[in-house]
């Protein structure tokens, strides 16, 4: 089935009527999910998420939800919504407006729709099926990636290399030594980049589905390739390379599983 943009839109709405009103709010407080390191987690995340769940029970009641902050509703279902309230929680709390919501569709396992949306700055990608959209600041228009083919021409973003631990940390920097510039914090915005055409190349480890689901279709349906690191489907997340070419996708493989 086809997801239009008009029912995203109202996704992206209902959850900005809960985040856009806590970010940068004085007094906002969070809380760890974690007993050793951090991961934050708002009151934002938990009534976006809520939102959203009662958007999509309203409009396709037999449907799935697999969300971040409460987790499987009718799981067995062949059409599944993937929910991350607020992508990049750690920006939101600091200010930043870095963060995003992420809603993908998914039907009988494959990601065919997604929203990436960032409501401070009034930015809206879009995948549905037709091709990759943006609505924003500059005007309404299809989005497709840029053709960079080799590595030393290419723009690298991942959230932050520390994240990759012993051994992946490694392949990680001869990876970013072989590129032309990188940048890191970006969370999800990171993928709507290379969408966009503005970058090239996204590199995680340890990805969750809410937190790539969505993306999938905005990256393939732009023109890119997002895959694990052992090319298999991005669906099943964990480690994740996106790339503008196959070119580039190929050369950032080796590299990775060298």
């Known amino acids: ?40 987690v708002t009151e934002a995340d ?6 959203i769940r009662s958007l999509i029970g309203e409009t396709f009641p037999g449907h799935g939800i697999v969300g971040e902050e409460f987790g499987i509703e009718n799981g067995d279902s062949r059409h599944l919504w993937i929910v991350d309230p607020i992508d990049g929680t750690r920006s939101f709390i600091s200010g930043i407006p870095l963060w995003g ?27 549905d099926g037709e091709g990759c959209f943006y609505e924003g600041p500059g005007g309404a ?40 510039l990188s940048r890191y914090s970006t969370d999800c915005y990171a993928y709507a980049m290379l969408a966009a055409g503005n970058i090239d190349l996204v590199v995680e480890a340890g990805l969750q589905p809410y937190d790539i689901v969505a993306l999938v279709p905005i990256i393939e ?9 052992d090319g298999g489907p991005a669906e099943k997340a964990g480690d994740i390379v996106a790339a503008a070419t196959p070119e580039l996708h190929e050369a950032a493989l080796k590299i990775l599983n060298s």
Do not use: H
Request: aromatic share 10%.
């Open 1 to 40: 089935m086809r997801i239009g943009k008009e029912f995203m839109q109202r996704l992206a709405d209902a959850a900005a009527a809960q985040t856009l009103p806590r970010f940068r709010m004085a007094g906002l407080t969070s809380d760890n999910k974690y007993q050793t390191g951090f991961d934050p």
């Open 141 to 180: 228009r299809r989005l497709s990636v840029r053709q960079t083919r080799a590595l030393a021409e290419a723009t690298l973003c991942t959230t932050a290399p520390s994240l990759f631990e012993g051994a992946f940390r490694e392949t990680y920097d001869r990876l970013e030594g072989q590129v032309q």
């Open 221 to 229: 349906q732009a023109g890119g390739i997002v895959t694990t690191w």
């Open 46 to 51: 938990r009534e976006a998420e809520r939102a």
């Open 101 to 127: 919501t992420l809603v993908g569709f998914m039907e009988d396992g494959d990601a065919v729709a997604g929203i990436m949306s960032q409501p401070f700055i009034g930015e809206l990608f879009f995948a």
